[in-house]
């Protein structure tokens, strides 16, 4: 399976509510992961603006020579943004699957207060199961 290196959950405010490293070799601070948050945020949002097209949704997809950042904003406005190897294969399903879960563990549990932060042992245990999983098993679903 590809390597992802790690998962990024923004509210509609901007604000980062969940973050998980894989083991990436460039381990960030709590204060990157909020920064970094923060920016991909702020470009999303400019690029829904600044886009020729009409009904643009902003960025899904940046790549650079040592990894790439694959997005998807759901109809609420909540931002999922994995950083994965290079050209890894399948994001936008793995992606998918994710909010998937988060609906599932997330949002229909009645403890959780909208847009704060996901403390929810279900989600990050059934998360860390679908990244495990092979490429295979995540395109059967």
């Given amino acids: 399976m590809a390597a992802i290196y790690s998962l990024?959950?923004?509210?509609?405010?901007?604000?980062l509510i969940y973050y998980k490293d894989y083991g990436s070799a460039g381990r960030m601070d709590t204060n990157d992961s909020l920064r970094l948050a923060s920016l991909w945020h702020s470009m999303h949002a400019i690029s829904q603006q600044l886009s020729p097209t009409t009904g643009c949704n902003g960025?899904?997809?940046?790549?650079?020579?040592t990894f790439?950042?694959?997005c998807f904003q759901s109809l609420?406005?909540?931002k999922f943004f994995v950083i994965c190897e290079p050209s890894a294969p399948y994001m936008e399903s793995l992606l998918k699957v994710i909010y998937e879960l988060y609906t599932d563990y997330v949002l229909k549990n009645p403890f959780y207060e909208m847009e704060m932060p996901i403390r929810c042992e279900l989600f990050d245990l059934n998360?860390?199961?679908?990244?495990?999983k092979d490429r295979v098993a995540l395109?059967?679903?």
């Fill in 76 to 78: 609420t406005g909540t």
């Fill in 139 to 141: 395109l059967a679903r």
């Fill in 8 to 15: 990024f959950i923004i509210n509609k405010s901007g604000g």
């Fill in 68 to 70: 790439d950042l694959h």
């Fill in 127 to 132: 998360l860390s199961q679908v990244v495990q």
């Fill in 59 to 65: 960025i899904d997809l940046l790549r650079a020579d």
